[in-house]
Each structure stands twice: as C-alpha cells, then as structure tokens.
C-alpha cells in the first residue's frame, strides 16, 4: 500500500510543477472514510462548493467519500506524503502516528454535551493541540463535529456486565481500548469500512459510534440492540499537508481559510440534527431494538468506567486531562 500512496503523491507533486500550472486549477484531494451522508459528508461538500465559488475555480475540490481512496489507516500516512491534501479523521485516529494528545476526547463521558466541546475547541486548548499536527507535517484547520457515541450488540447492553466477554470493534485508540478493556469486553481495532462486515459476519459482537455512521453504514441491519449511552464523542480534526498550504498563494489561502470557517460553522450546527434524523430512521426500520437507560443505570455505567482514566493518564498526559476538565467546568467524578 505504501508505494501506491508513494506513487500517487510523486503524481500530485508533477501536478504542482507541470507546465500547465498557470491555466490548470489547483486540486484539493480530500478523502474520508464516511458516507457522504453523515455530518462529515456534508460539511465537506459545503467547503468544496464554498471553496471553488470563494476561489472563482482557481482551486477544484475532490471529495472522496466513503474510503474509496483509503481507509483509516492509510489516510494519514497518504497525506504526510502529498497523495491527498486534506482530510478529517477522527480525534481517535491520531494515536499511531504519534500524536496521543487527541486520545483526550476519546476519555469516557468527558464531555456533557456540543456547548461544552466547542468552548474547548475553540478555546486555547483546541488551538494548542491544532499546533501538535505541524510536527507532523499537517496543519489543522477545523474542529468538525459528529457527535456522541451508542453502544450496540446482539446482546442487550444494560449493566456494565452485560459487556463482559463480548467482542467490540474499536478505532485505533488506546483509550478506547481500555474503555473495553475495564468493561471486561475484548477490544479489536478494525478499520471502518470493514466493520459492517465484521458485525454480520460475527467476527465481533459489537461496536460503538454515533447514529449517524450507525445507520449510514446499515450496522442496525446487523446488531439487534443498541443502547442510548453517549458515553463518548466522536468529532474530527480537518487537516491539510503543511507543505501543501503554505505554498499556496496567499490570496488563495485566504479565500480557503474562508470558506473552512463558513463550512465548519454549517457542519456543527447540524450534527445534533443528523444523528437524531439518523436516530429516527434506526427506530423505523424495526431491526434493532433501542434501549434507553433509567438515570441510576446511565450512573452505573459511568463509574464503571472512571478508572480508565487513572490507567491512561501517563498516556495521554494527566496535566492535559486536568487542563481539559478544567475547561469543561467539572470532574469525571460528579
Ligand atoms: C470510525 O472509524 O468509527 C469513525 O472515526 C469514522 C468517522 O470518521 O466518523
């Protein structure tokens, strides 16, 4: 795989150089791994039309849904090397490449709410961790949200035992997996795009995302229940190739710039809506039963799983997860 992403970069980088630069628009890859459907889908397709009206077609932006160009793994390594200019990956998903910090947002019932997460994002802390992408050869741009995450199986997932022994698809995060781990459920990293098979075929028993992937990835199609948890959140991080950004024109950059704000605010004040649409369609089709927790249940878990962050705070660093309470306005513990 990585000589493939090596080959389509060394294309991109002739692109940049070719004698027809003057006339030829300035593409913009920008691949995920979701449907185009989903909170992500769509604000990606508003930056791709604001960014082409800003930038009177200067800059042409592809949006690739759905892994069609890479899956999880590979996107970040295929933007490090100039084979895509842009992504929006999950906060989970920068762990392997050496950025744990985002691991953060993965932390159990964190964050009580999206009012809550944006004084983060768009606070200092949000602006500290966008500054640990450049080491990386990526800038961050954004915070798009997707939303909180539901637990679901073939099981019925009530109390903190009912994990016990089930196999759950996680996203390659540390956190997560010991989120599993404390549950005593066994944790299997898989990349998204598998996990809709992995589900039908039993190679895992169950998973956790927000209702909006849920249903457009037809996961209720293959798990009979799925309980009302938000014990997590997912949201991204939009990042391009360092090099790639600072070596537009200014004048360009600015007219993106633009048009990633315009698309962020549009995105996030949709997601809620989304996943509660998606939410609705899950309960239509009949084939999973919701389960909603009583208030002492919903507590059960939550204790159940604050020792996971004592056992991931030399990870993912205690001084940042005190910082990030500190913003939220409240200890895991009340
Ligand atoms: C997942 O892998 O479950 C999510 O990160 C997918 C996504 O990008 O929302």
Request: glycine share 6%; proline share 5%; net charge positive.
């Amino acid at each position: 795989m990585r000589n493939l992403i090596l080959a389509a970069a060394s294309v991109a980088a002739m692109a940049l150089v070719g004698p027809a630069e003057a006339q030829s628009p300035i593409v913009i890859k920008f691949s995920h791994v979701v449907a185009a459907d989903t909170p992500k889908g769509k604000a990606a397709e508003k930056f791709k039309e604001l960014a082409e009206k800003y930038t009177n077609g200067k800059v042409k932006v592809e949006v690739y849904p759905n892994s069609t160009l890479y899956k999880d793994k590979e996107e970040l390594e295929a933007l490090q090397l100039g084979a895509v200019q842009m992504l929006a990956p999950s906060n989970s998903k920068f762990g392997p490449i050496g950025i744990k910090e985002f691991e953060v947002f993965d932390l159990p019932y964190i964050l009580p709410d999206l009012k809550t997460l944006r004084k983060v994002t768009d606070g200092p802390l949000g602006a500290k961790l966008l500054k640990l992408l450049d080491k990386k050869g990526m800038t961050g741009l954004a915070y798009w949200d997707n939303g909180f995450k539901q637990m679901s199986a073939n099981k019925k997932l009530i109390a903190p035992s009912d994990y016990k022994g089930l196999k759950f698809r996680i996203q390659s995060s540390k956190v997560l997996e010991a989120q599993f781990r404390t549950l005593g459920a066994i944790p299997q990293v898989m990349a998204f795009s598998d996990v809709y098979q992995a589900l039908q075929t039993g190679v895992v028993d169950g998973q956790e995302n927000t209702w909006s992937n849920m249903y457009t990835q037809k996961m209720h199609e293959v798990q009979k229940y799925a309980t009302v948890t938000n014990h997590g959140y997912i949201g991204y991080v939009v990042v391009v190739n360092k090099k790639f950004w600072d070596g537009l024109p200014s004048d360009i950059r600015d007219e993106l710039s633009k048009a990633m704000k315009e698309a962020t605010d549009f995105g996030n004040s949709q997601s809620a809506k989304e996943n509660q649409e998606a939410l609705e369609e899950i309960k239509k089709s009949g084939k999973t039963e919701i389960i909603t927790l009583t208030p002492e249940q919903n507590e059960a878990m939550r204790q159940a799983l604050m020792p996971v962050y004592k056992e991931v705070a030399s990870r993912v660093g205690q001084p940042l997860i005190d910082e990030f309470l500190k913003e939220t306005g409240r200890s895991p513990m009340n």
